[in-house]
């Protein structure tokens, strides 16, 4: 069984929008999970905050992105310096141990692939409207 090729400049934009869409949409339980306590702090406001912005960044820029509204382009130049400063601020913020190693690996496999591919979305997206 082969993997599905996209030839189709469509297909493929449907396929990364839909994946930024399950992005975000993954971050719904983790979202559910900090506001219900996970943190005593008033910090835990903040985090919600910021992973909802993230969240919805993410499925924003997806759902434009699959559609190819040319307002994609707009919202992942906007999508990824949240998820840049989330990962800044999820590594300066943890403690030592398993969850410094825990915030170093989601940054390094999740939150600055997905800066990356945003801010590649915008800067192809610009030029091509020169």
Same mark, same amino acid.
């Not at 403690?95 to 591919?117: M, S």
């Given at each position: 069984?082969? +993997?599905?090729?996209? =030839?189709?400049?469509?297909?493929? =934009?449907? /396929?990364?929008?839909?994946? %930024?869409? /399950?992005?975000?949409?993954? *971050? *719904? #339980?983790?979202?559910c999970l900090l506001?219900?306590?996970?943190?005593?702090?008033?910090l835990s +406001?903040?985090?919600?905050? *910021? @992973? %909802?912005l993230e969240a919805g960044a993410l499925i924003g820029t997806g759902l434009l992105t699959a559609r190819? @509204? #040319?307002?994609g382009v707009l919202a992942a +130049? +906007?999508?990824a310096p949240l998820l840049l400063t989330d990962a800044w601020f999820d590594v300066m913020t943890a403690r030592h141990g398993g969850e *410094?190693? %825990?915030a170093l690996g989601t940054a390094?496999? /999740?939150?600055?692939p997905l800066a990356l591919c945003c /801010? %590649?979305?915008a800067v192809r997206g610009f030029r091509k409207r020169r």
């Amino acid at each position: 069984m082969e +993997a599905p090729v996209f =030839h189709q400049p469509f297909a493929r =934009h449907r /396929a990364l929008g839909y994946g %930024l869409v /399950a992005c975000g949409a993954a *971050l *719904l #339980p983790w979202l559910c999970l900090l506001a219900s306590g996970l943190l005593p702090t008033k910090l835990s +406001a903040v985090w919600v905050g *910021l @992973d %909802l912005l993230e969240a919805g960044a993410l499925i924003g820029t997806g759902l434009l992105t699959a559609r190819r @509204d #040319p307002r994609g382009v707009l919202a992942a +130049a +906007a999508t990824a310096p949240l998820l840049l400063t989330d990962a800044w601020f999820d590594v300066m913020t943890a403690r030592h141990g398993g969850e *410094l190693a %825990l915030a170093l690996g989601t940054a390094v496999t /999740a939150e600055l692939p997905l800066a990356l591919c945003c /801010a %590649l979305m915008a800067v192809r997206g610009f030029r091509k409207r020169r």
